[in-house]
């Protein structure tokens, strides 16, 4: 789990009534992923990806590089494919240069490029998030702005637009943008994604066609912005918290079991 409000990276188990932290490194990290039973992290300002080992905490680089691009977002697909959220630097609102997502194997070398449509329209603004489907859709959170607005593209293994999702029109408005962050896909290929401000889930299929939401503030929980899959028919959700909140109102991980999706 990173938390760059203490800038720190723990490797933890969860257990009934207490969490051991097997590993703390006082490290800010802005993209996170398990590879090989090690975790591959995106750090501020490198080309490379780092890879720290999750039982002593050594940091090394990764044989991932994309430059002269710089990664935002990182996803390992269970055959060991790397995806990165890529871009060029400079100014990130408006769009600017570069916005990719780049396809590497476990050797590093890079398989695809995801870029532009067909009508050479550039596809992502800003690719924060990303998750595979089994069958090898590309979903992706991309933001449009500096307040995070955003929306779901899923595209196709061959780079076709699926779907383009933009939030729920019962509960997305003007006043309440769809501001989505995590985004994972459930074994039976849907896609679960964070509304951070609004306290929603987002249940989509795997073209991106909604599905359902969860207000999650009816059951306590503020601010998901993080998702991770755990057993089959549960899921983790990691929050976040205002600055200076009291401990009562501290960021916190929930483990929630689910069925249907």
């Keep these: 789990m990173g938390d760059n409000a203490r800038s720190k990276l723990q490797h ?28 591959l992290v995106k750090t501020k300002g490198e080309t490379k990806l780092k890879l720290v080992n999750a039982m002593t905490g050594e940091i090394t680089d990764s044989i991932n590089d994309i430059n002269p691009l710089k990664p935002i977002s990182i996803y390992v697909t269970s055959d060991h494919r790397v995806f990165i959220g890529a871009w ?33 329209k550039r596809l992502f603004t800003y690719p924060r998030c990303i998750s595979i489907t089994s069958n090898g859709n590309i979903c992706v959170v991309d933001h449009l702005d500096i307040d995070h607005r955003g929306r779901v ?27 989505p962050v995590g985004i994972r896909t459930t074994p ?3 896609i679960v994604v964070t509304d951070v401000d609004n306290h929603l889930l987002h249940i989509l299929s795997d073209q991106g066609q909604v599905i359902t ?27 976040v918290s205002a600055d ?3 401990d009562t109102a501290k960021a916190k991980l929930y483990e929630l079991k689910y069925s249907g999706f």
Excluded: W
């Design 12 to 39: 933890v188990e969860l257990q009934k009534s207490r969490t051991e932290i097997i590993t703390s490194l006082n490290t800010k990290i802005y993209g996170i992923a398990t590879h090989s039973n090690n975790i």
């Design 88 to 120: 060029s630097g400079g100014k990130t609102f408006p769009a600017s240069g570069r916005r990719v997502v780049v396809v590497m194997d476990q050797e590093g070398k890079q398989l695809q490029e995801y870029e532009n449509d067909k009508h050479n």
């Design 153 to 179: 593209i899923v595209l196709s293994p061959g780079g076709d637009i699926l779907g383009i999702y933009i939030g729920h029109p019962d509960v997305n408005t003007e006043k309440k943008p769809f501001k």
């Design 188 to 190: 039976s290929d849907n």
């Design 213 to 239: 939401y969860y207000n999650l503030h009816d059951i306590g929980i503020l601010g998901p912005h993080a998702l991770a899959l755990s057993t089959s028919g549960t899921i983790y959700v990691g929050c």
């Design 244 to 246: 200076r909140s009291p």
